[in-house]
C-alpha cells in the first residue's frame, strides 16, 4: 500500500488542532489535522446538555473571528462553542480529516521522520503535534466499591437530572464542573450532596469587569506553574444563567450539603476529611485576594470603574459548613447516584518513544518534546495557566509553529549544503 507522506501531522481537530493548522498555514507549513471523531468533538458529547462557556464570548474565542448571533458578554452554549471551531476551521481552509484515529506513531530508523499507522493507512511525517487534549481519560478513584448498590459515573458522562435514576445525588469534586452539576441537580429538585476540596473561586465579576479580564490584565492567565504538583488547585467559576459567582455558603443554604474531601469508604459508609471549613476559608481568600489585586490595579491605573462593596459580604454559614458531617451513609442517606468529578488523565499510548515521565506526562519545553521532532498542544499549564483553554493555545499553537519552522530551516541547510560541491 502506498504511503502518505507530510511535512506535519497534527493528531486532535478540537480548538489545539485547529489553532494549530491555523499558525502552519501561516508559517506555510504543509500539514494535515486528523481527528477520529468530528472537529471539537469532545465539546459535542463531552459535555452536559446545559454546559455553557466558562468564560465570555469576548475572550474564550480565537483572535481570528467571533461568535455569531452573540454579544461580547454572552456565554456560548457547547454545541455553538463547537460550531464555531467547524466555522473556523472551514474560514481558515484547515485540512482536517475526520473519522481517522491515530494508533501508533514510531521513529524511523536511520532516516529523519515519524511512521504514524492510523485506522485508514500509514503516514509518514516529519513533525507530529498530538492535540489530542488536556481532558482525555477521566478517572473515578477506586474509593467506591462497584457493587456498593450505587451508580457511579464521571462528570463527562453526565447530560442532565432526567438521566439519572430517582434519588440524592452525591457528588464528588467542587471544580467547574462539580459544583455547575451539583447546582443543576439541586435545582431540579434533587437532594444534593457536594464533596468540596481545595479550590480557587474567582468573583464571576468585579467593578463591571469579567474575572477573565482580571486575570488577564493582572497577569494570572499568563501565569507559569509556580511548583510542580501545585498546578492543579481546581477553579470554581460558572457562566450558567449569565454567569454567577461560586458561592458555596449560598449553595449550602440554597439546600446542597457540603462535606469535605471524600476519604475512604467502608460498610456502606463514606468517610470525609475534616478540612470543609479549610477548604471554604481557603476558596474565600482566594477570592477576597483578587478582589483586593483587583482594587489596587484600578487605584493603581486610575481606573474609572464602580466600586462594588457588597461583594465583600458573606452570606451565614450554612449548618453544614458549622457541624460538617464526617461519615455519611449512602442507603440512609437515599444516595443513588455518585457523579464523580475528578477530572482526567492524559493518555499517550499511541506514542511509542520514550517522551514521557514515570506519570505518563510529556517531557517538554513550552510543548516541544524531548524526542525531537515530537510536540505537543494544549497541556494544561503547557507554558501558562491559560494553556488549556481556547484562548491559551491559540498563542501556544504560535510557539509550536515557529519551532517547527526553525527545525525546517536547518533541513533545509542541510539538503542545501548536501548539493554544493566539496571545497577540494
Ligand atoms: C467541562 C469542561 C468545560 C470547559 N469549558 C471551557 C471554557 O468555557 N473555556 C475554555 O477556554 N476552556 C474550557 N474547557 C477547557 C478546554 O477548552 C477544553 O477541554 C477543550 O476541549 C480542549 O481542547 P483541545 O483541542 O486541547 O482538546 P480536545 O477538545 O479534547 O480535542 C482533542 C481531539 O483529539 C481527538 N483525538 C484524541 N486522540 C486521537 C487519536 N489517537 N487520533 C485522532 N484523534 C484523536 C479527540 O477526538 C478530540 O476531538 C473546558 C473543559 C471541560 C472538561
Known amino acids: 500500500m502506498a504511503v502518505e507522506k507530510v511535512d506535519t501531522l497534527v493528531v486532535g481537530a478540537g480548538q489545539a488542532g485547529i489553532a494549530m493548522s491555523e499558525h502552519l498555514t501561516r508559517a506555510g507549513i504543509p500539514h494535515l489535522v486528523l481527528e477520529r471523531d ?3 468533538e469532545r465539546w459535542r458529547s463531552g459535555r452536559w446538555d446545559s ?50 484515529e491515530v494508533q501508533d506513531l514510531r521513529r524511523n530508523q536511520g532516516r529523519p521522520g515519524f511512521t504514524v499507522t492510523t485506522s485508514a493507512g500509514v503516514i509518514e511525517a516529519d513533525h507530529v503535534v498530538a492535540a489530542t487534549g488536556p481532558f482525555q481519560v477521566p478517572v473515578i478513584p477506586a474509593v467506591i466499591p462497584q457493587d456498593a448498590g450505587v451508580a457511579q459515573i464521571h462528570s463527562s458522562a453526565y447530560r442532565n437530572p432526567e438521566q439519572l435514576a430517582p434519588g440524592a445525588v452525591l457528588v464528588i469534586g467542587a471544580g467547574s464542573s462539580g459544583v455547575q452539576i451539583a447546582d443543576e441537580l439541586n435545582r431540579s429538585g434533587r437532594k444534593v ?16 469587569r ?28 460558572s457562566g450558567a444563567r449569565g454567569g454567577e ?15 469535605g474531601r471524600t476519604e475512604g469508604y467502608g460498610d456502606g459508609s463514606l468517610s470525609l476529611a475534616p478540612d470543609l ?13 483578587l478582589l483586593d489585586e483587583a482594587d489596587a490595579y484600578a487605584t493603581r491605573n486610575g481606573l474609572d470603574l464602580p466600586t462594588e462593596p457588597a461583594a465583600r459580604k458573606r452570606e451565614p454559614d450554612p449548618g453544614c459548613l458549622t457541624d460538617p458531617i464526617l461519615a455519611l451513609d449512602l442507603a440512609d442517606a437515599g444516595i443513588t447516584t455518585v457523579i464523580w468529578a475528578t477530572g482526567f488523565v492524559a493518555d499517550y499510548g499511541w506514542i511509542k518513544l520514550d517522551a514521557f515521565d514515570q506519570n505518563g506526562k510529556p517531557r517538554h519545553q513550552r510543548g516541544v518534546s524531548v524526542e ?12 501558562r495557566r491559560g494553556s488549556s483553554f481556547i484562548w491559551g493555545v491559540w498563542h501556544d499553537a504560535r510557539h509550536i509553529a515557529e519551532q517547527i519552522a526553525i527545525q525546517r530551516k536547518y533541513m533545509d ?12
Open 38 to 40: 468530528r472537529i471539537a
Open 51 to 100: 454546559l455553557v462557556a466558562n468564560g465570555p464570548a469576548w475572550h474564550d474565542r480565537f483572535p481570528g473571528m467571533e461568535f455569531p448571533d452573540a454579544g461580547p458578554d454572552a456565554f456560548i452554549g457547547k454545541e455553538a462553542v463547537a460550531d464555531y471551531f467547524v466555522a473556523y476551521a472551514d474560514q481558515i481552509k484547515a485540512p482536517v480529516r475526520c473519522g481517522v
Open 193 to 208: 450532596y457536594l464533596s468540596v476540596g481545595p479550590h480557587d473561586r474567582p468573583p464571576r465579576a468585579y467593578r463591571g
Open 210 to 237: 469579567d474575572f477573565c479580564w482580571w486575570l488577564g490584565v493582572l497577569g494570572k492567565w499568563d501565569m507559569a506553574a509556580p511548583n510542580p504538583g501545585t498546578e492543579h488547585v481546581t477553579i470554581a467559576v
Open 245 to 259: 459567582t461560586i458561592d458555596f455558603r449560598r449553595l449550602g443554604n440554597q439546600g446542597i450539603t457540603l462535606l
Open 277 to 289: 471549613r479549610e477548604n471554604i476559608d481557603r476558596g474565600d481568600a482566594n477570592y477576597l485576594g
Open 372 to 383: 525531537r521532532g515530537i510536540f505537543f498542544l494544549g497541556l494544561p499549564w503547557q507554558s
Open 413 to 424: 541547510y542541510h539538503a542545501q549544503a548536501a548539493r554544493q560541491p566539496q571545497d577540494a
